[in-house]
């Protein structure tokens, strides 16, 4: 097979394809968000809702980005240009979401990688809290502007910038394909070992009694089934633009829902050993100190950097390598999505210009890791992480999949044109069941998921941060990426842009004449 097509780069092979469409998926949500928000979200029956959003968001949405950007064969502003002049809009506006994105994600990295080294001894005493918000990241008493520095995560940030964009600049088989090939494979020993370990911690059962145990009455919770489409349609990276850049280097005969449903699948199936992981650990840390699991489970960074620090100072024998084990899963599931994020971006850049992967590595790439870099590891940088993450997630990108599916299946009714375009060379069909959840519960729970969040966020001011301040770091940058996105597709493409749709009609009739 041709390592490019029409100039574009392609994956070696389709197992390279999905092992990075893998990596994407599987990040930091999946192993500090899922266990916690199916805890506190029936348990066991939140498996329920889980499942059906899935089956009837989770893939499909796969599917449908895999579709737009292995039919026009571009990122996301290149895909969307050949549909409708203003939908490149769409594109630019996900393109720009990634570039904010992969500043403050790679802190969180950066984290994890000091932290690994913390796990050595333990270096975070007796109170990880107090050693995380004063002695690590020396946070200010409140948010605002930038006012000092904080070396010790600077430089491990840049060291994560350095990795990230080496791969990246390195292209799609080299670089991103190789890395994956070799982080996932990785990520998955770590943790099942650091699993076998956690379940054979005196009290493990106690929080896996915890997990698993049905809420039943929790079913008919509106919430609970909101929890479950937002946690599937987070852990899976769509909505970001990334699954239409990495489908666009697929050779032309891909099997699109194949590798969707083993994407998909591969992606729960962490979720959940993720969950068994975090809630035997969390059962012993309970056993341990006398409580109830729900004194001892969070989520986000309070799991990851507080509570399981408390963990591991706990553990009868072998601390240091459980340390090793947790926080160097964090790193690697970390860097698997960072670097797709970064694809984005410079792929986008890309298309637009012509312009080589080196260079445009070095300055868009250059430019992503300049702003996480002045912006992050500052005594405020928690604050804005904070803010900037909370925004950019509610009332970005679930309303960037909302404009999306609204656009592309409602008002340029492409939905039918793309599944033939799966179906002509994928093994498992596609049927009415994804038009209709396309353009009928997709819009409707994204849709529902905005509202909702919109309601909460207007009656009470987010972790009640100054206005000031969530002007800036929240809707200022939420507006701003929309801003930035619609001005972008207001000027005109100077290089040529291939016809996609008329290119792939001709090749697929070609291909089918052959046969």
């Known amino acids: 097979m041709a390592t490019k097509e029409l100039g574009r780069e392609q994956w070696g092979t389709r197992a390279g394809f999905v092992m990075a469409a893998i990596g994407s998926a599987v990040g930091l949500g999946n192993i500090w968000r899922f266990p916690y928000i199916a805890y506190d979200n029936g348990g066991g029956a939140f498996l329920v809702p889980y499942l059906v959003a899935l089956f009837t968001a989770g893939i499909p949405l796969l599917i449908f980005e895999y579709a737009i950007g292995h039919r026009y064969r571009g990122a996301a502003p290149r895909a969307f240009l050949p549909m409708a002049r203003p939908a490149q809009a769409i594109g630019w506006w996900q393109v720009a979401m990634c570039f904010v994105i992969g500043t403050y994600y790679a802190v969180i990295i950066a984290w994890a990688v000091r932290y690994t080294g913390f796990s050595i001894g333990q270096q975070w005493g007796d109170n990880p809290e107090q050693f995380l918000m004063s002695d690590f990241l020396q946070v200010a008493d409140a948010p605002g502007m930038v006012s000092s520095y904080v070396a010790g995560v600077a430089w491990p940030l840049i060291g994560v910038w350095v990795v990230t964009l080496g791969i990246v600049a390195l292209g799609v088989r080299r670089g991103l394909e190789k890395a994956n090939q070799i982080f996932i494979p990785l990520l998955v020993v770590l943790f099942l070992i650091l699993v076998v370990r956690a379940l054979f911690l005196p009290g493990a059962e106690i929080g896996l009694n915890a997990l698993f145990t049905p809420d039943w009455s929790a079913i008919t919770n509106g919430q609970v089934w909101i929890a479950a489409y937002g946690q599937i349609f987070f852990s899976l990276s769509v909505g970001f633009g990334i699954m239409i850049t990495y489908a666009s280097y697929l050779h032309r005969r891909a099997d699109l829902s194949g590798s969707a449903l083993v994407a998909g699948f591969a992606n729960s199936s962490f979720e959940i050993l993720a969950g068994i992981g975090v809630f035997a650990s969390v059962g012993f840390m309970a056993a341990k100190s006398g409580v109830a699991v729900d004194q001892v489970v969070t989520d986000g960074i309070g799991l990851a950097f507080i509570a399981f620090p408390q963990i591991i100072s706990t553990l009868p024998g072998g601390a240091t390598l459980f340390g090793l084990l947790f926080f160097g899963s964090l790193v690697l599931a970390g860097l698997t999505s960072l670097i797709s994020i970064v694809q984005v971006v410079v792929s986008a ?81 596609l049927g009415q069941w994804w038009t209709i959840t396309l353009s009928v519960i997709t819009p409707i729970i ?22 000031s301040f969530l002007l800036i770091a929240g809707w200022g940058v939420v507006i701003g990426v929309i801003v930035i996105a619609v001005l972008i597709s207001l000027i005109p493409w100077r290089r040529s842009v291939p016809d996609s749709e008329h290119f792939h009609l001709n090749t697929v009739e070609q291909e089918a004449g052959s046969r």
């Open 349 to 429: 850049v890309q298309d637009r210009t012509g312009m080589r992967r080196g260079p445009s590595v070095a300055i868009v790439g250059g430019a992503i890791a300049l702003a996480s870099i002045l912006l992050f590891p500052t005594s405020e940088g928690l604050y804005i992480l904070d803010a900037v993450d909370h925004f950019i997630n509610q009332y970005g990108i679930a309303l960037a999949g909302l404009v999306t599916v609204i656009t592309v299946g409602w008002l340029l009714r492409k939905l039918g044109m793309l599944k033939d375009h799966v179906n002509a060379s994928s093994a498992v069909p």
């Open 446 to 467: 994204l849709g529902w998921m905005t509202w909702d969040s919109l309601r909460t966020e207007l009656s009470t001011n987010y972790e009640d941060y100054p206005t």
